[in-house]
């Protein structure tokens, strides 16, 4: 089995996300698993314009910053894991801003004209399978002791689950980081 582990963390190696994913690694490494790290601070990752050019017939699903930015090789490496681990501190209520930017992207694998009723039965439109839809795994980094502190991002991932027909297969959240 191969995991991929998306940290965004603005800490890179350095902080509690990572360490929490060394931890999960460490089983997963016993159980036999190969595992990878992409630290997202440490890629060029342009945000998202909006500007249409993947949905058009003469680029369809082509980004304007593709070969001009890290996004597509990381794409490439999701495709060809088994699980994704999302991990990310919070940060005033949300997951990082850099894996908000980074999630926008996908927005250019998508034929947003091509519309579909999920597994949910909630109506989207085609996505890349083998990007968005893998199973995946939520591991959370707060320094709050409270419950309600990673609820947005908890609630994101629950909404991302349903309408990409991504199976979410385990949550993991790290309250009192700095305790």
Same mark, same amino acid.
């Given at each position: ?38 630290t997202l601070v440490k890629l060029k ?14 680029h369809p699903l082509q980004c304007v910053?593709?070969? /001009?930015?890290? !996004?597509?090789? &990381?794409?490439?490496?999701?495709? *060809? #894991? ?28 998508g034929d947003v004209l091509n519309l ?17 839809? /893998?199973?995946? !795994?939520?591991? &959370?980094?707060?320094?709050?002791? *409270? #419950? ?32």
């Open positions: 089995m191969k995991l991929v582990a998306i940290n965004a963390s603005y800490r890179g190696d350095k902080g509690y996300t990572r360490f929490l994913i060394d931890r999960f690694f460490q089983g997963a490494t016993k159980a036999g698993a190969e595992c990878e790290v992409i990752i342009n945000r998202c314009l909006s500007c249409g050019r993947c949905h058009t017939k003469q910053y593709d070969g /001009k930015d890290d !996004v597509r090789a &990381v794409f490439k490496k999701m495709a *060809e #894991a088994d699980l994704i681990i999302y991990a990310t501190p919070v940060y005033v209520f949300g997951m990082s801003g850099l894996l908000r930017i980074f999630l926008e992207r996908m927005y250019a694998t579909k009723l999920s597994k949910s039965g909630l109506m989207f439109h085609y996505v890349d399978q083998n990007i968005c839809s /893998k199973p995946f !795994v939520v591991l &959370v980094c707060c320094d709050s002791l *409270e #419950a309600r502190t990673p609820k947005n991002v908890l609630s994101y991932f629950d909404t991302f689950s349903r309408f990409m027909d991504a199976p979410q297969v385990g949550v993991l959240v790290r309250k009192g980081g700095r305790l």
